[in-house]
């Protein structure tokens, strides 16, 4: 049986690893942008569980975020605190449902873009087809040929349309 006396030194040492962690960048807020081909022996199926796992996640570790995802190509935006951000880049580069993953852009930042999100989950559409091209640097859409600005424009854009869409059907809604 414990010793009664050795559970403060228990909840010391907690107390201490958890100061520890805030000095090692836990208030540090990283936005991490990647991009990754789609490893085609997944099923549309394996996406979808794939996003819900990652909303679950990232709600539980703070992490906020946008993904966009084409029949291709993953491209995603991510936030939190640098340590749980760094863990989950370890375990990106891991994941072989995916390939050829790129960081686009791993920068420290004062407010997060993708606040209102565990994780959106964008998929351009046909309807996109004008921003596709706008945001491309050719006739056919390969994010490993865009720059850094307009990767992050253009899922600021699709999130835009999202949005207002979302927005426009709300609207109807209650019409």
Not at 125 to 130: A, F, G, I, L, R
Not at 151 to 173: C, G, K, P
Request: charged content about 25%; aromatic content about 6%; some cysteine.
């Amino acid at each position: 049986m414990a010793n009664q006396s050795e559970y403060p030194m228990e909840l010391a040492e907690l107390s201490e690893k958890q100061t520890s962690n805030r000095q090692q960048g836990e208030r540090i807020i990283l936005r991490l942008t990647y991009i990754s081909r789609h490893n085609p022996d997944n099923k549309n199926i394996e996406v979808t569980r794939i996003l819900a796992q990652a909303q679950r996640n990232n709600e539980r570790n703070g992490i906020t975020g946008a993904l966009v995802i084409n029949e291709d190509y993953f491209i995603q935006s991510i936030e939190g605190a640098r340590p749980v951000i760094n863990e989950l880049l370890r375990k990106l580069v891991k994941d072989d449902r995916h390939f050829s993953l790129q960081v686009i852009e791993c920068t420290e930042i004062e407010q997060r873009r993708w606040s209102k999100w565990s994780m959106k989950h964008l998929t351009p559409s046909e309807q996109d087809t004008e921003h596709v091209r706008k945001f491309s640097a050719g006739k056919d859409f390969n994010p490993y040929l865009m720059s850094t600005s307009q990767i992050v424009n253009f899922i600021e854009t699709l999130s835009e349309i999202q949005e207002q869409r979302t927005s426009a059907t709300t609207d109807l809604s209650f019409q």
